[in-house]
């Protein structure tokens, strides 16, 4: 699905996402569909209610999400493993990703100023982020769950002596003000999300090739030697370049694991539908996410 | 090294792990070396310190430690992520991996009793893997940062009315009393820890094949099509099978990656040593962490 398609549809699409409004998965929202053209983001506790309502029954549930946008690794920290799992156990398509710059802003109540500052608060990795520019201030430090929330907090308690380390959506969404931008002591931090649809929904979405995707499978090997490199193989032999290889174990299996493995390519080029059909007899299981537009 | 070489040094050595004691790093420490034997062990609050207090200097810091026990990856949650960063970054070397099935308990006070019970706390993970057994209780849930500081909590504050889910090992620590054994979910649930020493101790240990052995090495490639299936083509173009693939972000670089693989043999069988004299041809960075005994 092209960003064009995705647009058009919009006008009655609901898009789920984890976390409070102001969350940095909703900038990614932004960063995929283009702010003006967002209608309705529904904030979701978890991870798992985001992959469940997704693939919720529309008949039954009025707000079933169209899309939903899910972290799926940081530049820094490495994978969401809760996401890779809900990928494979969920039954869902990928139709897209967005990579999202990690940017911290210092953000105070808009009636506070900067010099009544006495504490911080925020989710501790992103203090953990910040800790060159919180170094540098004698601040009292207090983690809470989500650096949105964070600005959430600030807001319903009228906090006139905290800070939130939160992006600067979060700030505008509640109404807070910027004391400071781009803390962070990484300025190349970025965290890259995909954009995921049910499979039901995705049956009536047809993905074309863009000259420039790529594709997402999952698969888990005989236990033999060598049996990743040859289901490898089988991409690098048709010059098919391996963007990104992940593992994830196999609950029920101590010490097995699944594959998930990023390719170039669109399955509607003849070499990577071929490559699958080579895959499908060198692994005991294969789930194809789909194939999209590479933001990376 | 073998373990009875471990156990002849261990009149003198200090062992650290991460977590308070009690934690399931001390039952890994009590695995590998055997309880009888254990002199000493440090608790330290995180991984980066074990490592740091790992590589310091013994001629400044008396209590240096020999050895380090630190988990790597668990059946059901995945990699520990951390552990491998320190493994590139950190000057060290592995010498043995042992796995500990992870038991929860739910421990009370001494002199409480299990219909005093009203609250439960742990770890968040823990508590998540004992759903169904807390689920059918009516107890109040309350996260803490650690499962055997949960049980300390208890024993330092004298609660009566609370639980935690912890090791046996922790209860019995804190002498405190088993109210339930085996609560959590899944009995499958295993972690695997790894015992490292600091490059400059691991010169004077030998370590020898034992014909059921495993090589642990770091490498980034080169980032051109195929490169990755050409390393590990070194290994099975030997019929050396690849036991462990894991990936991390490259912090400096977004999107590239350096993989962690483990495969069968030591480097002191010819194969293993060729594999290895070809891996350094076919990567841009190769650091050995070591041949030890499988335990997997």
Redesign the interface.
Known sequence: MSLSHGKLELKKTLIAFQGELGAYSQSAVYSFFGRDTVKEVIPLTTLQRVFSELCSNPETNPSKPNYAVVPI???????V?ETFDLLLSKDVKIIGETVVPIRHALVIHREADFKYIKKVISHPQALAQCREYLDAHQWEEIAVYDTAGAVKIIRDQNLFDTAAVASELACEIYGMKLAKTSIED?H?N?T?FVVIVSARDASSMPSESTGSDKTSVIFSTKH???S???A??V??FR???????????I??K??E?YFYVDFEGHVKEERCRQAIEDLESQTLELKVLGSYKRA?
Chains 1, 2 share one sequence.
């Open positions: 690794e940081n530049s820094i920290a490495g994978s493993g990484d190349s970025k890259r033999a030697p060598g990743l490199v040859r490898l193989s991409l690098s010059g098919i370049n391996l963007s990104r290889i992940e593992s994830r174990p609950k029920s101590p010490w694991y990376i």
